[in-house]
Nanobody, 115 residues
Framework: QVHMVESGGGLVQAGGSLRLSCAVSGSIYSLGWYRQGPGKQREFIADITRGGTSNYAGSVKGRFTISRDNAKNTVHLQMNTLKPEDTAVYYC????????????WGQGTQVTVSS
């Protein structure tokens, strides 16, 4: 069983930055981030393959940057120019090679952006 543990969430003012990290207990093909805001469905934010190919949701493109360290089995999300609408629980996600859906989830970390 793969375990994923997020860290780095917190409270920040609008325009500020936060860096989320996720430690993964195994090597996973694709690592990514999702978020679920109050009263909203969970949504895709970004993912990155073991080879370094990344994808972003339009709402965060240009503000958020995903990266991973394959040697340490970690994935990070650098979030800049944060907006109140970025407030959500952020989840680390892992997808196996060939899988069309998320196979592993972290427990989530709260990010709150105040106006």
């Amino acid at each position: 069983q793969v375990h994923m543990v997020e860290s780095g969430g917190g409270l920040v003012q609008a325009g500020g930055s936060l860096r989320l990290s996720c430690a993964v207990s195994g090597s996973i093909y694709s690592l990514g981030w999702y978020r679920q805001g109050p009263g909203k469905q969970r949504e895709f934010i970004a993912d990155i393959t073991r080879g370094g190919t990344s994808n972003y949701a339009g709402s965060v493109k240009g503000r958020f940057t995903i990266s991973r360290d394959n040697a340490k089995n970690t994935v990070h999300l650098q979030m800049n120019t944060l907006k109140p609408e970025d407030t959500a629980v952020y989840y680390c996600a892992g997808r196996l090679y060939g899988s069309s859906s998320v196979d592993y989830w972290g427990q989530g970390t709260q990010v709150t952006v105040s106006s």
